[in-house]
């Protein structure tokens, strides 16, 4: 079975970084296409950025675009999203999420089917 672990949320000054990452069990990556989602509170869930396991290819958000990138390590089965400039709007839980289908709908958090937990970014002013 599929389980996705988040983790490398905390708190963090405008203009800082952090390095999210989800461990991936129950499976190799390739099946997936794995992406980040976010939500901040009384907002919908956004998605961030998503890749293609299988062939590497990525997709973001526009709000974080030349900000934010996704990123893999097979030996491990992990994901990692990496955030440079973050700003107080990034402040949310973030969740992973993998879908079987290979495609990367970020504006369809319906077309992943397994979540993780999520792990909380805060970024202060």
């Known amino acids: 079975q599929l389980q996705l672990v988040e983790s490398g949320g905390g708190l963090v000054q405008t203009g800082g970084s952090l390095r999210l990452s989800c461990v991936v069990s129950g499976s190799t990556l390739d099946r997936y296409a794995i992406a980040w989602f976010r939500q901040a509170p009384g907002k919908e869930r956004e998605g961030v950025s998503c890749m293609v396991m299988r062939d590497g290819s990525r997709d973001y958000a526009d709000s974080v675009k030349d900000r934010f990138t996704i990123s893999r390590d097979n030996a491990k089965n992990t994901v990692y999203l990496e955030m440079n400039r973050l700003e107080p709007e990034d402040t949310a839980v973030y969740y992973c999420?993998?879908?079987?289908?290979?495609?990367?709908?970020?504006?369809?958090?319906?077309?992943?089917?397994?979540w993780g937990h999520g792990t909380q970014v805060t970024v202060s002013p």
């Open positions: 999420a993998a879908n079987p289908y290979r495609l990367c709908v970020l504006r369809d958090p319906g077309v992943f089917v397994v």
